[in-house]
T-cell receptor, first 114, second 115 residues
């Protein structure tokens, strides 16, 4: 069975500061990994995904994530936070193979301070 | 840009009543999903649907739940007799194909409140 742990249910950063949102996974085989963002009263939007190609994945809005097998991690980063980045971020995992269900982490609420 | 739509945005019902949540997946997508998020909890997988039949379902998806693709565009989730604990945000998602790692596109959700 797969699982995802997101460390820190709430993260606050100042505008312009580095954003680091942590995600660790548990899986018996290298999974596919995803980061989704949810703005208030909206659905989940894909930021980026890892599907066993390059370990450093670049996504939308300046976000990127690095797959580290040795650490079973897929942390999300952005060099400089913007006020519009304030949202809830979800890490998710799915097993390799055909399109399958996503298992989500508990989410991290990002607050960007002026 | 094509998007997944869901109706209604908010549904209030009495315990024991039947509800039908509706989704219109992206038009050329073939694989459909329902997830739910109870307030303050994780997003949880309910069911996936492909080629007019259930592909996978979770333990949550018991006999009270059913899914259907009644026509070429809609994808519905029916809860036969709602319980208080069914109160949640329900998300529909779709993917273009069954390819590994294919992106799931989510709708904005339906907030179900069971009184």
């Amino acid at each position: 069975a797969q699982s995802v742990t997101q460390l820190g249910s709430h993260v606050s950063v100042s505008e312009g500061a580095l954003v680091l949102l942590r995600c660790n996974y548990s899986s018996s085989v290298p999974p596919y990994l995803f980061w989704y963002v949810q703005y208030p009263n909206q659905g989940l939007q894909l930021l980026l995904k890892y599907t066993s190609a390059a370990t450093l994945v670049k996504g939308i809005n300046g976000f990127e994530a690095e797959f580290k097998k040795s650490e079973t991690s897929f942390h999300l980063t952005k060099p400089s936070a913007h006020m519009s980045d304030a949202a809830e971020y979800f890490c998710a995992v799915s097993p390799p193979g055909s399109a399958r269900q996503l298992t989500f982490g508990s989410g991290t609420q990002l607050t960007v301070l002026p | 840009e094509p998007e997944v739509t869901q109706t209604p945005s908010h549904q209030v019902t009495q315990m024991g009543q039947e509800v039908i949540l509706r989704c219109v997946p992206i038009s050329n997508h073939l694989y459909f999903y329902w997830y739910r998020q109870i307030l303050g909890q994780k997003v949880e997988f309910l069911v996936s649907f492909y080629n007019n039949e259930i592909s996978e379902k979770s333990e949550i998806f018991d006999d009270q739940f059913s899914v259907e693709r009644p026509d070429g565009s809609n994808f519905t989730l029916k809860i036969r007799s709602t319980k208080l604990e069914d109160s949640a945000m329900y998300f529909c998602a779709s993917t273009e194909d069954r390819l590994a790692g294919d992106t799931q596109y989510f709708g904005p959700g339906t907030r179900l409140t069971v009184l």
